[in-house]
């Protein structure tokens, strides 16, 4: 009796790593997590002609971006053939499986002889090669599980409680390829049973294939794990979750500016929750909280405006250091294009006082302060002067501004604020001219973090040549 708790997240490489998928390894590490287990990681490369170059990298960087750590893997099923070939030859020697030398004419012509009949109870391959033991083996052929034909496979699913289907209703499905790969089918049980698997938790679509499985690890004399279909991820029409209602791969979201925190709450909450109110997890808490037997049977909207929210909320909560390193990564990976020189990690820690209480994901931060990445602000004349002021008031403004500016003797957001509103009083302007009008100089923008968070940042020089560029373009 096997009591150590076994779970695989075990992706196909063939194409970018989906939500659902990322989600699946979430529920299986937090599993593994909670109950002293292992989470072993396993590429299901078999199928050949779908594989995408580099697709399993993508995928194992999103692991390990994410924090998703795997105490055994990644092990790759394209390696393992001769374990497969073994189980085939197992299977064929006890009649439970055989050799199928249909040709895919006849197999089309079947399918479509099939779907006019919409009377029959079971529509699939009609067993032909079962029904004729006396076949040559040198032709090009598949191989078959031989499915009961009567009874029903029954099975107690951790999320959906008891699953039954009656096996004539089931086709007898490939397990080994023409090209030699067996299907996932029978690679991914002959895994689960070499690993020793204790629980399989996937998507919910696999739940048809469950009893497929089942009698394979029965034919296969193998002790069957536990199994546990997990909710359909669905958009907010509650359709099933597809690139039109947003990015649904986990490398656009990195790319957007998640942060990895904000993505596993976030998951985490695509059909389980603790209570009826909380919705900020850290992981730690999601490790202690979390429980599979917990899981919807419905379908988990994937709601992107909750996902920005909550990855705001972590954004906030970061430890300063913490946010600038994950910005100034997040940087190098994706360079912003209206920046004129790359940061420095010295130069992003200057800049997250002044936006982390303001975005919501890491690819805001550059409409915010590209100011201070610019060798020059693009601005007008006209944005310059406003309401109620005209082009001399305006250079009269922003002369006062630079002494005032100037006489500061301790360089700071306090200080700053304090000479700039008491040179307002004096010039008898209201405070928000003057500060528009210093805004537009020193960052091109209407709209910033606080300015005197700004001129800090800038120090004393960079502003004063800013201010003296706006004079400049005033006089000529």
């Not at 079962?130 to 009567?150: Q, Y």
């Not at 679509?205 to 991820?233: D, F, R």
């Not at 912003?336 to 940061?343: I, V």
């Not at 501004?401 to 000479?419: P, W, Y």
């Amino acid at each position: 009796m096997q009591n150590e708790i076994r779970v695989r997240f075990a992706p196909s490489p063939t194409g970018d790593p989906h939500l659902g998928s990322i989600r699946t390894a979430l529920f299986n590490w937090l599993f593994a997590q909670q109950n002293n287990g292992k989470f072993i990681l396993r590429i299901e490369d078999t199928d050949q002609s779908r594989k995408q170059h580099n697709s399993d990298q993508k995928m194992i960087t999103a692991l390990k971006w994410l924090g998703l750590d795997w105490d055994e893997g990644p092990y790759y099923q394209s390696k393992r053939l001769k374990k497969y070939h073994t189980a085939i030859d197992t299977l064929i020697k006890n009649n439970k499986a055989y050799r199928c030398y249909c040709s895919p004419e006849r197999l089309d012509n079947l399918r479509k002889q099939n779907s006019k009949n919409h009377d029959k109870k079971f529509i699939g391959y009609d067993k032909l090669c079962r029904k004729n033991s006396n076949l040559e083996t040198s032709k090009p052929h598949v191989v078959r599980f031989a499915m009961p034909e009567t009874g029903k496979t029954i099975f107690n699913d951790i999320v959906r409680n008891e699953v039954s289907f009656q096996n004539e209703l089931s086709e007898d499905f490939i397990i080994l390829k023409s090209d030699n790969f067996p299907t996932y089918h029978l690679a991914n049980v002959v895994d689960d049973n070499d690993m020793k698997i204790s629980h399989v938790f996937r998507a919910e679509e696999w739940l048809p294939s469950t009893p497929k499985h089942i009698n394979l690890y029965n034919a296969l004399g193998y002790p069957i794990p536990k199994y546990g279909h997990l909710p359909m991820l669905l958009s907010s029409d509650r359709t099933k979750l597809s690139k039109r209602h947003g990015a649904t791969s986990i490398i656009d979201l990195i790319n957007i500016g998640y942060i990895p925190i904000g993505l596993i709450n976030f998951l985490a909450l695509l059909g389980w929750s603790l209570d009826d109110k909380t919705e900020i997890f850290q992981t730690e808490e999601l490790i202690k909280n979390f429980d599979i037997h917990d899981l919807t049977k419905s379908g988990a909207v994937v709601d992107y405006e909750k996902l920005s929210w909550i990855n705001g909320y972590h954004i906030r909560s970061l430890e300063p250091d913490s946010l600038a390193k994950q910005i100034y990564e997040f940087w190098e990976l994706n360079p912003p294009k209206n920046f004129d020189t790359s940061p420095t990690m010295e130069e992003t820690k200057k800049i997250v006082p002044l936006i982390q209480n303001r975005i919501k994901i890491l690819s805001e931060i550059s409409e915010y302060i590209g100011f201070y990445f610019k060798k020059s602000i693009d601005y007008t004349i006209e944005e310059l002067i406003q309401k109620g002021m005209d082009l001399q008031s305006t250079k009269i403004a922003l002369e006062a501004s630079k002494n005032a500016l100037n006489s500061i003797t301790k360089f700071d957001s306090v200080s700053i604020e304090t000479s700039l509103r008491n040179t307002a009083i004096e010039l008898q302007i209201k405070p928000g001219q003057l500060l528009s009008t210093l805004r537009v100089s020193l960052t091109g923008q209407k709209i910033s973090p606080s300015l005197f968070e700004i001129i800090e940042l800038n120090g004393l020089d960079k502003t004063i040549e800013r201010i003296n560029i706006s004079i400049e373009k005033m006089t000529t």
